[in-house]
């Protein structure tokens, strides 16, 4: 996925899209990680000032939701579940070995709702069920 490099021009035309929305912070972060990929730093001071929060309000936000990223994202987005259906079947040994073979790739996620198939990952948009790294490394080709 492309994503647009941080700009605050960019950013501010952004938040003008959420100006009449009702409590705009996670929208508004959800907006900038969708634009660029990630939430910059200077994203977080931008939102509360627009919105008149604190930066503590909006870091809050930020912070609580997984999904939100404060670094820019990897060539590709692999989160695997780590909710505890997904663990009682190998989960937790599944995201030890793929971080041995990818590194900064691996993020934890909880549930994707596909309890039956666990462990469940998602590569690149992908749902993947009964996960394992064969199934992970087929779907980055």
């Not at 200077?42 to 909006?58: H, M, P, Q, T």
């Not at 579940?81 to 937790?92: I, L, S, Y």
């Amino acid at each position: 996925m492309k994503y647009s490099p941080w700009s605050q021009d960019v950013a501010r035309t952004l938040l003008a899209t959420l100006r009449d929305e009702k409590g705009p912070v996670l929208m508004a972060l959800q907006l900038m990680q969708k634009e660029f990929g990630y939430v910059d730093k200077d994203s977080v001071e931008l939102i509360a000032n627009y919105f008149n929060k604190s930066r503590a309000d909006v870091h809050g936000v930020l912070t609580f939701y997984h999904d939100l990223r404060t670094t820019p994202p990897t060539d590709h987005q692999i989160a695997i579940c780590v909710a505890e259906a997904c663990q009682a079947v190998g989960a937790r040994e599944l995201v030890n070995q793929a971080r041995a073979m990818f590194g900064d790739q691996i993020n934890d996620a909880y549930c994707y709702g596909n309890c039956a198939l666990g462990p469940a990952a998602m590569v690149d948009g992908k749902l993947i069920g009964r996960a394992n790294l064969e199934k992970i490394t087929e779907a980055l080709m």
